[in-house]
């Protein structure tokens, strides 16, 4: 006897790339309508800053200028000292990045590279530091700068970067640790120490790193309030997030120009993270080789 063939059954599904097509479509439309609950509030901001006080009220949760005052933006910058707390946020912004950077790489190159006995130990009991909450050495922190005589000054809020930060380490020592290390060998056979071999060959190729951390960094220090709550009483050392608490008390309701200033104050964190989110990815995810 012999066996039948049996009749190619040809499937009727849809192509593989038409089905890829409509899951991407979905995607994109789910993520449109989710980014529209987290940027309705800054929409609104920019409009809510280009009306007038009696606009705002007539225009309630619309997010459609239909009015262009740009004079907000310069009553914004004068009504209150601007340019005196912009410069307090500038130097408590880029000092404590480069301190943060330089420590946390240091130690980061230190941990990734130096073998000596319990550095384990030392790691694991800096990312345990991780756990504690800022409440914690909040009081003790403050203590110690009372004491210092400190307090009412910017030291407070630029002194602390330069003792490293537990995250921006094991960053920089998981960056450092995946690079070859033929590196630092060919450096000791050069005749660099440890800390030329670190400023000279490691930290120039950390540059991903150091340029993603610069801009966690300047986030978090730019758009720092509670510190400067904390340790600052003078208005002339206020930065820009203090002031803008108390800038209502100051001005009133006037909602234009409270959000002419906040329009203002947001717009370099914006423009960094727009400009420079590709970096933030690469610096994180770089392996360290080639």
């Not at 901001?45 to 009015?67: K, N, Q």
């Not at 670190?198 to 120039?204: A, D």
């Not at 206020?238 to 002031?243: E, F, I, V, Y």
Request: charged content about 10%.
């Amino acid at each position: 006897m012999t066996a039948v063939a049996e009749p190619l059954v040809v499937r009727a599904d849809r192509p593989v790339w038409r089905r890829n097509l409509t899951l991407t479509v979905v995607l994109y439309v789910v993520l449109a309508l989710g980014s529209l609950v987290f940027v309705y509030p800054f929409l609104w901001m920019i409009a809510t800053s280009l009306r007038s006080l009696a606009g705002v009220g007539s225009s309630g949760a619309s997010v459609v200028p239909h009015e262009l005052l740009w004079d907000n933006y310069r009553r914004a910058v004068t009504s209150f000292p601007f340019w005196r707390y912009a410069l307090n946020s500038v130097l408590t912004t880029l000092i404590p990045i480069v301190g943060t950077v330089f420590s946390c790489s240091l130690a980061g190159f230190a941990f990734a590279r130096l073998r000596v006995r319990f550095a384990g130990v030392l790691f694991a009991v800096v990312l345990a530091t991780m756990l504690l909450p800022g409440e914690v050495t909040m009081v003790p922190q403050f203590m110690l700068f009372n004491n210092l005589g400190m307090v009412d000054t910017l030291y407070p809020l630029i002194l602390p970067a330069f003792f490293g930060s537990p995250f921006y380490i094991f960053l920089f020592r998981q960056f450092f640790a995946r690079m070859p290390s033929e590196l630092a060998d060919a450096a000791v056979v050069d005749g660099c120490g440890w800390f030329k071999t670190f400023w000279l060959v490691y930290l120039p190729l950390a540059r991903p790193a150091v340029v993603a951390v610069s801009i966690l960094l300047f986030m978090g220090y730019w758009n720092n309030f509670l510190g400067p709550a904390i340790y600052i009483n003078s208005d002339k050392w206020k930065t820009l997030p203090l002031a803008l608490a108390g800038f209502q008390s100051v001005n009133g309701t006037d909602t234009p120009l409270l959000m002419a200033t906040s329009v203002l104050i947001t717009l370099p964190c914006l423009l960094i993270f727009f400009v420079a989110q590709k970096q933030i990815t690469n610096g994180i995810t770089f392996s360290g080789g080639k």
